[in-house]
């Protein structure tokens, strides 16, 4: 079932944030799961080629409102909210926030749209879950656009300390559940400072973005959305060994393009020796294997060029999407 409404929750709204140049949002969405629904937005007509926009961790849809207005009219863009983030309900109690669940939940998002072939775009954590199905259902991913991030959980720690992850991951959960704290309610002021001071990548512009649909406002002030059993990313990313990673790689039917930012996540001059040697092999790997199906790309800003500096990164990822299609769309 597909429920359609349009509803604003927090003061960080402001008119015009949703779209310019003439591309406007199109609806807010409401698809309903077993445990609630699943929150998204769309851009353009529905009759157009889609494309599934998966935020990053802790972000929620709005990541892509400033640059979806960049992109190709001809299309039809669908950003969600992940289970637990930005409009979309939390889990049941006593379900964990796994990347795998996230993975179910695209399954069941373009069940819903009735989405038989489309193309991925993900940033950060989102690029991972896109990836991961996109190995899992290869046959409904055509392109893949990874924005700072790469297609499976590859950590040069990762593997190494799944177990201590998959601990702490239980742990938190159930602290959490067995704790009596009420959400804090703060003022949109403190909200925003307290944002921009845990994120200093990301401009106050990108930052009122981000809690307008991260937080609702109550009668004392605001409190954020997302659910507290939402901890360190590691607790939900299935992290893999890089055998594992090849072979997820020989199953993506999908073109993939990779931007990478030069001040991102995997930043070259920042990171480790052994950090340096996952992108390089991830990298490799994907050229190796994905031949002529592989693009990747350095742009100029941080981990959240798509937000910060959209101009960087649209012209790059209309080029790809608009690119020659290797098999037909049946949206």
């Known amino acids: 079932m597909l429920v359609i409404a349009i509803t604003v929750f927090s003061p960080f709204y402001r ?33 157009a080629r889609p494309v599934l926009c998966l935020h990053g961790w802790l972000d929620n849809a709005n990541s892509f409102d400033r640059l979806i207005p960049l992109l190709p009219k001809d299309f039809h863009y669908v950003a ?3 289970g637990g983030h930005g409009l979309s309900s939390h889990y049941s109690p006593g379900v964990p926030y796994y990347q795998e669940n996230f993975v179910s939940d695209i399954r069941r998002v373009v069940a819903a749209l009735k989405w038989k072939r489309f193309s ?6 989102g690029g991972m879950v896109g990836g991961m199905f996109s190995s899992i259902y290869p046959e409904m991913v055509d392109k893949l656009i990874l924005l700072d991030t790469l297609p499976f959980a590859l950590d040069a720690k990762g593997v190494e300390e799944v177990l201590t992850y998959k601990r702490g991951a239980i742990e938190h959960m159930l602290q959490t559940e067995a704790s009596q704290k009420p959400r804090q309610v703060v003022s949109p002021e403190e909200m925003l400072q307290r ?95 994905l031949k002529e199906r592989f ?26 999407l608009l690119s020659k299609e290797t098999a037909p769309h049946e949206p």
């Open 15 to 47: 008119k015009g944030n949703w779209g310019s140049g003439g591309f406007s949002l199109l609806s807010e969405l409401k698809l309903a799961v077993p445990w609630g629904h699943i929150a998204a937005k769309a851009w353009g007509s529905q009759q």
């Open 80 to 82: 969600v909210d992940f």
């Open 120 to 125: 991925i775009m993900g940033h950060s954590f």
């Open 195 to 289: 944002f921009l001071k845990n994120n200093s990548h990301v401009s106050e512009e990108c930052a009122r973005l981000l809690l307008q649909r991260g937080t609702t406002q109550v009668a004392s002030g605001l409190i954020m959305n997302r659910d507290r059993r939402l901890a360190l990313p590691e607790y939900s990313m299935d992290f893999i060994s890089r055998e594992l990673f090849v072979h997820s790689a020989k199953k993506l039917q999908a073109h993939v393009l990779l931007l990478k930012a030069i001040q991102g996540y995997y930043n070259v001059r920042r990171e480790n020796d052994s950090d340096r040697n996952v992108m390089l092999f991830a990298i490799d790997m994907l050229k190796s294997v």
């Open 295 to 320: 693009q990747y790309i350095q742009v100029p800003d941080n981990h959240y060029v798509h937000l910060n500096q959209p101009q960087n990164v649209a012209g790059i990822i209309s080029t790809f």
